[in-house]
C-alpha cells in the first residue's frame, strides 16, 4: 500500500518509523510519503490560511495550496482514496478500517485552525473516492493526531503486517455473535498470583471448551456494560 500525507507539521509523522509500521515499510508492505503544504503556498510568507468569509473566529485553510499540492498526486490515479480527518465526517469504525486495508493508495488531507476551504473537498469529489471520516465526536488541533490513528487501524489489518495473523480474529470489533461486534475477553499471563489477584481457574484448567464459553461469556458481558446494550437472549 502506498499512503501519501500532507500537513504543515511533516514533523508530525515521526511515529510512522516505529513499531510495526516502520518494519512494514522496511520490508516493502508500505510505502510512506510525507508532503509539506507550505512547499506548495505561492507567496514569500508561505501562508496557507486566511480570514473566513462571512466572519467569523479563527483561520481557514486556503484553497490553492492544497489544489496544487493534491493535482501530482491523484492525477492519473482514479483508484486513490483520498481521506480527510474532521470531527464532522463519519466515524472511523473497525469495518471501515477493514475495508480501507485493501486499498492500494491513500492519501491524507491533514487540516488545522478552523479546517480546510470546503470548495477542496467538492473539486476532489469529482474526481476522486473522498472520505471524511472521524475518530470521535470530540475536535483535536489537526488532523495528523487522527490520521495517525487512522493508519494504524488500517495498516495493521494488512497481511503480513502483523506477525501472528491470527491476532487479528479474537480482538475487539472483530469478534461478532448474533450479529453484534463484541470488544475482546480479558487477557492474563503469568504469574498465576500478583498482588492477591489469581488469574481465573477455568483458564488454567486446560479444557478448551470451557475457556472458549468463559471468553464468549466475557466478551459479551464486557461489550453490554461499554455499549450499555441491554443483555441479548434474556442473560442477565
Known amino acids: 500500500m502506498k499512503i501519501d500525507l500532507i500537513s504543515i507539521f511533516p514533523e508530525y509523522f515521526a511515529p510512522l518509523k516505529l ?10 508492505l508500505l510505502s510512506i510519503q510525507i508532503h509539506d503544504l507550505r512547499d506548495f503556498t505561492s507567496d514569500g ?19 490553492q495550496p ?17 481521506i480527510v480527518p474532521t470531527p464532522s465526517g463519519q466515524v472511523l469504525t473497525q469495518e471501515m478500517a477493514a475495508e480501507l486495508s485493501k486499498a492500494d ?19 476532489l469529489s469529482t474526481r476522486v473516492d473522498l472520505r471524511e471520516i472521524s475518530i470521535g465526536d470530540y475536535v483535536l488541533a489537526g488532523g495528523e493526531v487522527a490520521a495517525l490513528v ?28 448474533d450479529g453484534q461486534s463484541l470488544v475482546e475477553y480479558p487477557n492474563f499471563t503469568k ?17 478448551h471448551g470451557e475457556i472458549a464459553k468463559w471468553r464468549a461469556a466475557q466478551a459479551l458481558a464486557r461489550t453490554h ?5 441491554k443483555p441479548m437472549n434474556g442473560d442477565q
Request: proline share 7%; glycine share 12%; aromatic share 4%.
Open 191 to 207: 504469574p498465576p498470583l500478583w498482588r492477591g489477584l489469581p488469574v481465573p481457574e477455568v483458564l488454567t484448567s486446560g479444557n
Open 225 to 229: 456494560k461499554i455499549k450499555q446494550i
Open 19 to 28: 513499531s510495526l509500521i516502520g518494519k512494514a515499510e522496511q520490508d516493502g
Open 105 to 123: 493508495h491513500l492519501l491524507f488531507l491533514c487540516g488545522r485552525y478552523e479546517g480546510i476551504d470546503a470548495r477542496v473537498m467538492t473539486d
Open 66 to 82: 492544497w489544489g496544487d499540492a493534491t493535482d501530482p498526486i491523484i492525477e492519473n490515479n482514479p483508484q486513490i482514496i483520498v
Open 150 to 177: 487512522m493508519i494504524e487501524a488500517i495498516t495493521r489489518l494488512i497481511p503480513g503486517v502483523l506477525g501472528n495473523a491470527a491476532s487479528l480474529i479474537e480482538e475487539s470489533h472483530s469478534l461478532i455473535q
Open 45 to 63: 510568507h508561505r501562508t496557507v490560511d486566511d480570514t473566513p468569509y462571512g466572519g467569523g473566529a479563527g483561520m481557514v485553510m486556503k484553497a
